[in-house]
């Protein structure tokens, strides 16, 4: 048969036309024009899981309105501006047993939330436990990071900071300026339910001569 619309040979008809004449016709839209963003890490929401913003495919692709079938999405372009983000994605997939593809421009509103693990309250995991000629290297260590915690030993003083990347910015910047030893160790101490991150606590000892 041909299809009314253009005229070209077909085998199925979707709504009256060719597959082709339907996909350039369809609009495609979302079911849920609403994603909720976490202003303090960034991440978004898709389903029950908060993933970082590059999963705006998936949180697209599974909230489709449209007669292809299982859908995928190439995310092309991403904006944020103010309470919207604006994508441009390309939707392919098959269509009365044809391939089809369509180019989709939406916006999105944004709904700021705060993201369970952003609400969890500071945990210091990474201790660098200062020890020998430790009192420079120690102001020096405190002038590079915002949130810590001290505690006074015999032997010296710990220094408690949040992740590795405080920890290894603060081992790098002193190895420009001190000579010291370090020994690292590590203990798995969990999981983030909600970014599958494993949680480890650390304890570099530093001795400096
Ligand atoms: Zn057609
Ligand atoms: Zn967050």
Redo the contacts with the bound molecule.
């Keep these: 048969m041909r299809c009314p619309r253009c005229g070209k040979e077909t085998n199925v008809l979707v709504e009256g036309v060719c597959p082709d004449c339907y996909i350039e016709r369809e609009k495609i839209s979302l079911k849920k024009k609403v994603v909720h963003l ?6 978004i929401k898709v389903g029950k899981d ?1 993933k970082s913003i590059g999963s705006i495919g998936e949180f697209i692709s599974s909230n489709l309105k449209t007669k292809i079938n299982e859908p995928k999405v190439k995310v092309e372009k991403v904006e944020i501006e103010k309470d919207r983000l604006h994508v441009l994605f390309v939707v392919y997939g098959m269509l009365g047993g044809k391939h089809v593809s369509k180019e989709v421009d939406t916006t999105i509103k944004i709904i700021r939330e ?2 369970p ?2 609400l969890a309250p500071d945990s210091f995991d990474f201790k660098l436990q200062f020890r020998g000629d430790y009192q420079k290297p120690l102001d020096e260590a405190l002038r590079i990071v915002d949130r810590y915690k001290l505690e006074k030993k015999r032997e010296g003083i710990d220094l408690l900071v949040r992740d590795k990347k405080a920890a290894r910015d603060i081992v790098k910047s002193l190895r420009k300026k001190f000579n010291f030893e370090i020994k690292e160790s590590y203990k798995l101490v969990g999981e983030d339910v909600h970014s599958g991150r494993k949680r480890y606590k650390a304890t570099f000892l530093l001795r400096f001569k």
């Design positions: 976490c202003p303090r890490c960034g991440r908060w705060v993201c693990s952003c």
